[in-house]
C-alpha cells in the first residue's frame, strides 16, 4: 500500500481522491489525520507556485512523523474565464475577498452581465512531493462555459454554473461519478497513473 498525504482537509476533494486512488492499493491521508493544523500562505504566482508552497511545507512536517515516507501531493486549482482574461483562476476560492462560495459565484455573474463570450475552464496542477523534496507535477484542464443562473447542486465552489461540454450538463447537475470521469482533478490524477509518478 502507497502512502499518501493529502494536502487538504476539504473534504469534496479526499472523497475525489480516494474513488481514484483507492484503497487497498492507496492510503488517502488528510492534513487533519496527520496532526497537520497550520495556516499555509499560498501567496505564489501561479498554479505551481502555489502547489510547491503546500507540497513543501507539508513534506517537511510529514518527516517529523511516522508517514515520512508518504508521498505528498498538493495540488492548486481554480475556474479560468477567457472573458475575463483567465480570472478568477488561482483566486478562485477568494474571488470576492473571502472563502465564500456564494460571493463569488455572485460576483462571477455580475463580471460576466452582458459579455457574448462565457467560455471557461478548470484547471487543477498536481504536484507529487518525494520524502527528499523531489517532485513531478501535471496539469489538467475541463472545459465548459458559465451559465446564467445556478443549475443543480449549489454546496461545492462555481459547479452549478459551470456547463461541462463533455456532460451537456452543469457539474452541480452531474453525479459524482460522471463528474469525476472528466474533472480536471479526475484527469490530473490519472496522468499521475499513467505517468506513473505515483
Do not use: W
Not at 507556485?49 to 505528498?72: C, D, G, M, P, W
Not at 463570450?117 to 489538467?140: I, W
Amino acid at each position: 500500500m502507497k502512502t499518501i498525504v493529502l494536502a487538504s482537509n476539504n473534504k469534496h476533494k479526499i472523497e475525489e481522491f480516494k474513488e481514484l486512488l483507492p484503497e487497498p492499493e492507496y492510503q488517502i491521508l488528510s492534513l487533519k489525520d496527520i496532526g497537520f493544523f497550520e495556516d499555509i500562505v499560498e501567496d505564489g504566482n501561479s498554479f505551481l507556485e502555489n502547489s510547491l508552497i503546500k507540497a513543501r511545507a507539508i513534506n517537511k512536517f510529514v518527516q517529523s512523523t511516522k508517514y515520512k515516507n508518504a508521498l505528498v501531493i498538493a495540488d492548486d486549482s481554480g475556474l479560468c474565464v477567457n472573458a475575463l482574461g483567465g480570472a478568477p483562476g488561482i483566486y478562485s476560492a477568494r474571488y470576492s475577498g473571502d472563502h465564500n462560495v456564494v460571493a463569488n459565484r455572485q460576483k462571477l455573474l455580475a463580471e460576466l452581465a452582458g459579455k457574448a463570450d462565457r467560455s471557461a475552464y478548470f484547471v487543477c496542477l498536481l504536484v507529487v512531493m518525494h520524502p527528499n523534496g523531489t517532485y513531478s507535477y501535471v496539469e489538467s484542464k475541463t472545459f465548459g462555459e458559465i451559465t446564467k443562473e445556478e443549475r443543480g447542486k449549489t454546496d461545492f465552489g462555481y459547479d452549478c454554473l459551470f456547463y461541462s461540454t463533455d456532460l451537456h450538463k452543469t457539474f452541480g447537475q452531474a453525479t459524482e461519478e460522471e463528474k469525476n470521469s472528466v474533472s480536471h482533478r479526475g484527469r490530473a490524477i490519472e496522468q499521475l497513473i499513467k505517468q506513473k509518478l505515483l
